[in-house]
């Protein structure tokens, strides 16, 4: 069972910023795609930010500009710094690690609540 490893997320005040870290275990390190999901109440999954291996990003429409994701390969870990943080990003935060055709695995979520 692989385990990602997901810390950062808590309650921050409106315009406040957080940094996110996922760490991905070393028998799954190489060729990844790493990334943040988000999940609003009565809403669906949707793209935060990925990296691809060769650091390719595509950051959702709804955080860019906002957001900056970055990749450590040694460490197997992913971040995403947010700044400007608004009410309407609050929402459960899940880290992908996606190989294609081999494996995707998800990371259990950690609770992002913007509010004063």
């Known amino acids: 069972q692989v385990q990602l490893v997901e810390s950062g997320g808590g309650l921050v005040q409106p315009g406040g910023s957080l940094r996110l870290s996922c760490a991905a275990p070393g028998s799954i390190r190489g060729l990844n795609t790493m990334g943040w999901y988000r999940q609003a109440p009565g809403k669906g999954r949707e793209l935060v930010a990925r990296?691809?291996?060769?650091?390719?990003?595509t950051y959702g429409a709804s955080v860019k500009d906002r957001c900056t994701i970055s990749r450590d390969n040694a460490e197997n870990t992913v971040f995403l710094q947010m700044n400007s943080l608004k009410p309407e990003d609050t929402a459960v935060y899940y880290c992908?690690?996606?190989?294609?055709?081999?494996?995707?695995?998800w990371g259990q979520g950690t609770q992002v609540t913007v509010s004063s």
């Open positions: 990296i691809s291996p060769d650091g390719i990003i």
């Open positions: 992908n690690v996606w190989r294609r055709g081999v494996f995707d695995y």
